[in-house]
């Protein structure tokens, strides 16, 4: 098989492509012709090694993959051959073929296509995380935050879409931060009231927050951190909730007395340690998230797709975030 082998931390064009053998078929589990890898802007902080977990190398990155399932082991019931199934592997997922947990194996809906199943699962279930199990939204009630004001930072980037995604179906009404007329044009397209332009500046951006809202937004969802982050915290109103996603401007320094004005609350959002710890929850949650895609109340955009070879060049992009959305590598 071929794959993309991280031999060493450091810059993202250290990545090379290599013929390795298949990895042996180990009980429980089943192999997969990979069909698509997703990739996430957390890749390529662990090539760097500048992400908190630092990976024993060489490894081959890559959390999630779309595959066809080809070989089952003897304890693994064979009706599975052939199946198009999502599967979330920690690593190993830039390659030709994988191997993958039978019994944690997801079946896609007939309406997703390949590209949307590879590529959503970390930005959906992170929001999904953040919403539902730390904010404790109910799915089943949105009319409950029909008069809440969400701001979406990043909301350009694969994170920040399925925020705003997920924010409408739970029923906020969603203002969009986003850097090109294409990344505010897809989260439009998703259901966000507003789209703002960040290129006016931090500034700019918390004030008309403030003045769409009438005054400040309930909830604030921020993947980018930085003084972006610290700025647009004084955008929340009475009560309202900072939601720290990720720190891809920069870890912020947030202002206590900001946070004490106005009973203002910071809730950190961590889905990937808690997946780990709740493996069960996790896969329920997600079961559920694949749901509301099939019924059509949540809807993933197609990634960008890239070749396998140009796996350093698909992440740098992401880094860079000269991508809408989200990216996917394809075998070539």
């Known amino acids: 098989m071929r794959a993309v082998v991280c031999k060493e931390l450091g810059t993202l064009d250290r ?14 589990h089943v192999r997969l012709r990979v069909l698509a890898s997703g990739v ?10 500048r992400y908190q977990i630092k990976p024993p190398v060489p490894f081959v990155p890559g959390m999630e993959v779309v595959g066809e399932v ?11 051959l052939g199946a198009r199934v999502l599967a979330n592997l920690g690593f190993g997922g830039y390659a030709t073929h994988a191997i993958a947990r039978a019994d944690r194996l997801v079946s896609i809906p007939d309406s997703m296509t390949t590209g949307q199943a590879a590529s959503f699962l970390q ?3 992170t ?20 008069d809440k004001w969400l701001l979406v930072l990043g909301a350009g980037g694969g994170v920040g879409l399925a925020a705003v995604d ?34 006016l500046g931090d500034d700019a951006v918390k004030e ?6 009438g005054g400040g937004v309930d909830v604030l969802y921020d993947p980018v951190g930085g003084t972006f982050g610290e700025v647009c915290l004084r955008a929340l109103r009475e009560d309202g909730n900072y939601l720290v996603i990720g720190f891809v401007g920069g870890i912020p320094k947030l202002p206590a007395n900001q946070i004490l004005l106005r009973n203002r609350r910071v809730t950190g959002v961590d889905w990937g340690a808690w997946a780990m710890r709740n493996p069960d929850a996790n896969a329920a949650m997600l079961r559920d998230v694949i ?14 797709a890239y070749p396998l070879s140009r796996a350093a060049e698909a992440l740098a992009d992401l880094e860079a975030r000269r991508v809408a959305g989200k990216v996917i590598l394809l075998p070539d």
């Open 15 to 28: 990545l090379e492509v290599v013929e390795m053998g298949d990895p042996d078929l180990l009980p429980g």
């Open 40 to 49: 996430n802007y957390v890749d390529g902080l662990l090539v760097q090694g």
């Open 70 to 80: 080809i070989e089952a082991a003897a304890d693994v019931e064979s009706k599975i």
């Open 123 to 125: 930005s959906y279930l």
């Open 127 to 146: 929001g999904w995380f953040a919403f539902v199990q730390r904010l404790g939204d109910n799915p089943a009630n949105p009319a409950a935050n029909a």
């Open 166 to 199: 997920i924010g409408v179906a739970l029923g906020y009404r969603v203002i969009a931060a986003a850097s090109s007329a294409d990344k505010r044009r897809l989260a439009l397209d998703r259901g966000a009231v507003h789209a703002v332009d960040v290129s």
């Open 208 to 213: 008309a927050a403030k003045e769409l809202s």
């Open 291 to 304: 749901g509301l895609i099939g019924e059509g109340r949540l809807s993933p955009v197609e990634p960008a």
